[in-house]
């Protein structure tokens, strides 16, 4: 069975960092053709897409947030670590992370199980 | 990036309606689209996978369609478990995208 479990710090208070870690089992961060993502949504809002991860170390950021985020990954341990500086109050949201897998009939990556989601709040 | 938009925001309809929801990208993701449930304080839930590839479990009078920048989710007959929001993603470019999301309301 597949899952993920996010962890981290509740509050965070402004200018801090957020360090988010997401901990899988049922499947190998080693695994080919396989990732994980982040995803978050503030209150009442829409989802929004963070970072992914690949097995070969491949990522991807958010245009808007690359400055900000740094995602990595320790295979032995199973769990990806998502890095956001600067927190702000408008980050306050659930943070969920997403396995991403490969879909070999059409040749496509797709994220398919989530984790519960973490609340993250940022205040002073 | 690109920008994925979903019509209409929210709808209303009763138990046994046929309900359409609309998903359109900015440029072409081919059939890299995917569609998600999402009740509220719950994680989202994988429906569909390359536009129209239902995932295991999920009731068959949910349908997608579409190719290229329009896209489509279908349930044909609504039920009172599919009160939810839905939301559309791309993932055939980095950064992956999602729409706003559409509310379905019974």
């Known amino acids: 069975q597949v899952t993920l479990k996010e962890s981290g710090p509740v509050p965070v208070k402004p200018t801090e960092t957020l360090t988010l870690t997401c901990t899988v089992s049922g499947f190998s961060l080693r695994d080919a053709q396989m990732g994980v993502g982040w995803i978050r949504q503030p209150p009442g809002k829409a989802l929004e897409w963070l970072a992914h991860?690949?097995?070969?170390?491949?990522?991807a950021y958010s245009t808007s947030l690359k400055s900000r985020l740094t995602i990595s990954k320790d295979t032995s341990k199973s769990q990806v670590v998502l890095t956001m500086t600067n927190m702000d109050p408008v980050d306050t949201a659930t943070y969920y992370c997403a396995r991403i897998t490969w879909d070999d009939d059409n040749y496509y990556y797709y994220v398919d199980v989530w984790g519960e989601g973490t609340t993250v709040t940022v205040s002073s | 990036d690109i920008q994925m938009t979903q019509s209409p925001s929210s709808l209303s309809a009763s138990v046994g309606d046929r309900v359409t929801i609309a998903c359109r990208a900015s440029q072409s993701v081919r059939r890299f689209l995917s569609w998600f449930q999402q009740k509220p304080g719950k994680a989202p839930k994988l429906l569909i996978s390359?536009?129209?590839t239902l995932q295991r479990g999920v009731p068959s009078r949910f349908a997608g369609g579409g190719s290229g920048t329009d896209f489509t989710l279908v349930i044909s007959s609504l039920q009172p478990e599919d009160s939810a929001t839905y939301y559309c993603q791309q993932t055939y470019s980095a950064p992956w995208t999602f729409g706003q999301g559409t509310k379905v309301e019974i």
């Open positions: 390359a536009s129209f």
């Open positions: 991860i690949f097995s070969n170390d491949q990522k």
